[in-house]
C-alpha cells in the first residue's frame, strides 16, 4: 500500500502562472516531508522540506504547505519557468529513517 | 565538485553475470542510503549506513543483493546472478545524522539486464 501518494502524473503550467503540485499520505507518524526535482538521466535533487511542527516553509520562488489534519501537502511555484519542467517527487520520512517516495508528477511550463 | 558521486553511470550486462556499483558519498555526511528506481516510479529504499553499520535493509533486497561500507567512506552495492527484472536506476543518497533528513542523491547507476 502506498504510504506517500502523488495523484497527478503530470501537470502543465503557462510560464509566469502559480504551479501547484499536491501529495497525500497515509503514515500519520511521518515528521518530515520534502520535495525533489528530478531531471532526466539525473539523479533527484533537493528542493524544499518541511518539518511537522510548521505548516509552511518558503524558499525564494517555492512555498511548500503542510496540512496534518488532511494528511497533505503542497508545493507551489510561483512563478513558474520553462526551467521547471521536470518530475517532482514527494517524500517523508519517520524520525529520520529513510525516506518514502511518491510516484511524482511530471511539471511542463510552456513558454 | 564534493556531491555525491556514482560509478558507473551505465551498465549492461547479460543475465546472470555478477555486477557492482560504487558510491561516495559527501564527506562529511555518515549516512548512506541505497534506493531502487524504475520507470514510472519514485525511489524506493533498498539499505542504508550510519558509518560501516548497516542499519536497515527493504525487504526488496534479495539475497541476489549485498552492500558494504567498509570504513564508513564510500560504499558498493552487488548484484549476483542478475535478472531481467533487476533492470532499474540505483540511486545512492548521503545525508547527516540529524532530527530532519535532508538526503543528497548521486547521479545514478543505470542497469540493463539482457
Known amino acids: 500500500d502506498q504510504q506517500v501518494k502523488q495523484n497527478s502524473p503530470s501537470l502543465s503550467v503557462q510560464e509566469g502562472r502559480i504551479s501547484i503540485l499536491n501529495c497525500d499520505y497515509t503514515?500519520?507518524?511521518?515528521?518530515?516531508f520534502l520535495w525533489y526535482k528530478k531531471y532526466p538521466a539525473e539523479g533527484p535533487t533537493f528542493l524544499i522540506s518541511?518539518?511537522?511542527?510548521?505548516d509552511k516553509n518558503e524558499d525564494g520562488r517555492f512555498t511548500v504547505f503542510l496540512n496534518k489534519s488532511a494528511k497533505h501537502l503542497s508545493l507551489h511555484i510561483v512563478p513558474s519557468q520553462p526551467g521547471d519542467s521536470a518530475v517532482y517527487f514527494c517524500a517523508a520520512s519517520e524520525r529520520n529513517t529513510p525516506l518514502v517516495f511518491g510516484k511524482g508528477t511530471r511539471l511542463s511550463v510552456i513558454a | 565538485d564534493t556531491g555525491v558521486s556514482q560509478d558507473p553511470r551505465h551498465k549492461i550486462t547479460k543475465r546472470g553475470q555478477n555486477v557492482t556499483f560504487r558510491c561516495d558519498p559527501i564527506?562529511?555526511?555518515?549516512?548512506l542510503y541505497w534506493y531502487r528506481q524504475t520507470l514510472g516510479q519514485g525511489p524506493e529504499f533498498l539499505t542504508y549506513f550510519q558509518n560501516e553499520a548497516q542499519l536497515e535493509k527493504s525487504r526488496l533486497l534479495s539475497d541476489r543483493f549485498s552492500a558494504e561500507r567498509p570504513k564508513g567512506s564510500f560504499s558498493t552495492l552487488e548484484i549476483q546472478r542478475t535478472e531481467q527484472g533487476d533492470s532499474a536506476m540505483y540511486l545512492c543518497?548521503?545525508?547527516?545524522?540529524?532530527?530532519?533528513?535532508?538526503?543528497?542523491f548521486g547521479p545514478g547507476t543505470r542497469l540493463t539486464v539482457l
Open positions: 503514515n500519520s507518524m511521518f515528521d518530515y
Open positions: 564527506s562529511e555526511h555518515n549516512r
Open positions: 543518497a548521503s545525508s547527516r545524522t540529524a532530527s530532519y533528513n535532508e538526503q543528497f
Open positions: 518541511i518539518s511537522s511542527i510548521k
